[in-house]
């Protein structure tokens, strides 16, 4: 399917790994230009280096997201001209809100919140000038249900995403859209800690617990980092234009409500 992308350009943030890199993948192959970003750098260029081979136009920025001066490098990488943005960060370590002091608190509502609208202050007037812009936020389904010791990365994210609902709505009339990926359990190194978590706080092993959490979910597996980043190009496509504001949840079927 030809998502009507080829030649657009992509800034996808923390891609070097999981999720990240998984929406970079897709967009690569849709036909964008790609400006990827991770603090591993060694990760980042063996990434760059993957899409590279499948014929794809890849810049890096290494550093943290959340520094300005990264930023910066990543406007530049784009040339001026960002027709995508996806905004994703690492979330805060899973630990009981109880142990969670101001500066950690702080921290992570930067990372997790002002951190992605700052990033979406930067390039939306350029898309609204080109009237065309997708950007993607991917949050996470404890936005929906939420997880005991992912507090902090829950109330940061329903932050984020009440602040650009409004925004989409405000940017929509020049085919600008901003809409969320809530990813539940994929297989990737952050699930490693979730298991760890879950597996001290319940009292068992952690293989025990990946498998009474595999239980939980409907499909009976994980999912394949490859499945989200399919469903974040699909939002990016020529033709998604009519959706915006909303929030997907990708989690195989695991949060039990109708809304």
């Known amino acids: 399917m030809d998502l009507g992308l080829t030649g657009r350009t992509a800034i996808v943030c923390a891609s070097s790994h999981g999720l990240g890199r998984a929406c970079a993948s897709a967009l690569a192959e849709a036909g964008c ?24 136009d890849v810049r890096t920025v290494a550093g943290d997201v959340g520094d300005d001066r990264v ?59 080109r009237q065309f812009g997708r950007i993607v936020c991917i949050t996470s389904g404890s936005v929906k249900a939420p997880v005991p010791g992912l507090d902090l990365s829950s109330g940061a994210r329903v932050g984020l995403t009440g602040f650009l609902a409004g925004v989409a709505r ?16 994929f297989e990737t190194r952050r699930l490693a800690g979730v298991h760890a978590f879950n597996a001290e706080a319940n009292g068992v092993s952690v293989e025990e617990a990946a498998e009474n959490a595999r239980q939980r979910i409907p499909a009976r597996r994980f999912g394949d980092p490859r499945e989200f980043g399919d469903a974040c190009a699909f939002l990016c496509a020529a033709s998604s234009g009519f959706i915006t504001g909303q929030s997907l949840l990708i989690d195989g079927g695991a949060y039990p409500g109708v809304l």
């Open 71 to 129: 930023q910066e490098a990543l406007l530049d990488a784009a040339g001026g001209q960002v027709d995508i943005l996806v905004n994703n960060n690492g979330g805060p370590p899973l630990r009981d809100f109880r142990a969670l002091d101001s500066a950690a608190i702080h921290a992570g509502v930067d990372a997790n919140m002002v951190t992605p609208i700052r990033l979406v202050q930067k390039v939306i007037d350029g898309m609204i000038e």
């Open 170 to 185: 405000q940017v929509a009339h020049a085919n600008v859209t901003i809409n969320f990926l809530l990813p539940g359990l």
């Open 33 to 56: 230009v790609i400006v990827l970003n991770g603090r591993d750098a060694p990760a980042l260029e063996e990434t760059a280096s993957a899409l590279r081979a499948g014929g794809a």
